[in-house]
């Protein structure tokens, strides 16, 4: 795993958007992005998709985005899935999108391969991609989010087998992913629903000889549950790098419970490190835990 130096931002106000009552941080659910990258220009085929997503779903329905543009954009409806909103129910929804109908060249950003110890070949691989398709969801953010993570994944597996791309980005996972993976994952008896949006970091945070490193999650905040982070210096990172996975999983299990002051085992069984609901001293900007270790 390689490490980063990092600059935190200068302390400011706390941001409306992390307030849900007084005196307590949380994050709330953003739309789901992930990307699929191609080395040549993908074919969105409508019936290609249709046919993989009959594997996962028992009934949805197709629509053009946009009939002038019938390549630029597909939605696909999931009647059984029921979103509730303000004044009205709809079906779940989600999309694949061309993001431009000439297929410019593609800009990935350079945080994309900061952080991909999990796939030696991400970066060399994603250099030579030139295409890309979108894949979100839409007006399902009030779902439930085991619910919605469950929905969303299924779908962007079912398009990955369609449009067999080169990479896959999790945009908020900050990571590259072997498409084979991600397919991999849900094609397996116990998918792991956060491979898909979720990552685990490593920075060095001090720009001199002693060793202060900062290791995070992210992600979670993307379905509106707190990501963490562990400041230390005296512990293994893998060893680190396990425990956070524990932790996201832990939380996604549970829920939003850990507040100001619970504590969570740390590395020695019967150990308790200290938690504080904190936003983030590294991009992007949320709400995550800081898990104090003893």
């Given amino acids: 795993m390689k490490l980063f130096d990092i600059f935190k931002k200068k302390a400011g106000e706390q941001k409306e958007e992390f307030t849900n009552n007084p005196g307590r941080l949380q994050n709330f659910p953003e739309m789901l992005v992930v990307k699929l990258l191609f080395i040549d220009k993908p074919n969105l085929n409508v019936d290609d998709i249709s046919k993989e997503l009959g594997q996962y779903f028992d009934i949805f329905n197709t629509n053009k985005v946009d009939d002038?543009?019938?390549?630029?954009?597909?939605?696909?409806?999931?009647?059984?899935?029921?979103?509730?909103?303000?004044?009205?129910?709809?079906?779940?929804?989600?999309?694949?999108?061309?993001?431009?109908?000439?297929?410019?060249?593609?800009?990935?950003?350079?945080?994309?391969?900061?952080?991909?110890?999990?796939?030696?070949?991400?970066?060399?691989?994603?250099?030579?991609?030139?295409?890309?398709?979108?894949?979100?969801?839409?007006?399902?953010?009030?779902?439930?989010?085991?619910?919605?993570?469950?929905?969303?994944?299924?779908?962007?597996?079912?398009?990955?087998?369609?449009?067999?791309?080169?990479?896959?980005?999790?945009?908020?996972?900050?990571?590259?992913?072997?498409?084979?993976?991600?397919?991999?994952?849900?094609?397996?008896?116990?998918?792991?629903?956060?491979?898909?949006?979720?990552?685990v970091r490593l920075y060095n945070i001090t720009d001199t000889g002693n060793r202060d490193l900062l290791m995070d999650t992210v992600g979670l905040h993307s379905i509106g549950l707190p990501d963490f982070q562990i400041r230390f210096s005296n512990f293994e990172t893998n060893?680190?790098?396990?425990?956070?996975?524990?932790?996201?999983?832990?939380?996604?299990?549970?829920?939003?419970?850990?507040?100001?002051?619970?504590?969570?085992e740390g590395i020695e069984s019967g150990s308790r490190w200290k938690c504080e609901r904190i936003i983030s001293p590294l991009h992007p900007e949320r709400m995550v835990i800081n898990v104090q270790p003893n």
């Fill in 68 to 199: 002038k543009k019938p390549n630029n954009a597909l939605i696909f409806t999931f009647p059984d899935v029921k979103v509730e909103l303000a004044d009205v129910t709809i079906p779940a929804q989600c999309i694949v999108a061309i993001p431009d109908d000439k297929f410019p060249l593609l800009e990935i950003p350079e945080v994309a391969f900061q952080q991909n110890w999990h796939w030696a070949e991400a970066n060399d691989i994603t250099k030579k991609c030139r295409y890309e398709l979108m894949v979100t969801d839409l007006m399902t953010r009030t779902l439930e989010y085991k619910q919605r993570l469950n929905l969303y994944t299924r779908f962007l597996t079912a398009v990955a087998k369609a449009t067999n791309p080169d990479v896959v980005y999790s945009v908020y996972g900050q990571k590259l992913v072997n498409p084979a993976q991600i397919i991999e994952n849900v094609d397996s008896k116990e998918p792991e629903l956060l491979h898909s949006i979720f990552n």
């Fill in 239 to 264: 060893v680190i790098a396990n425990l956070l996975w524990n932790y996201a999983y832990y939380i996604f299990e549970n829920g939003d419970i850990i507040e100001n002051g619970n504590t969570l």
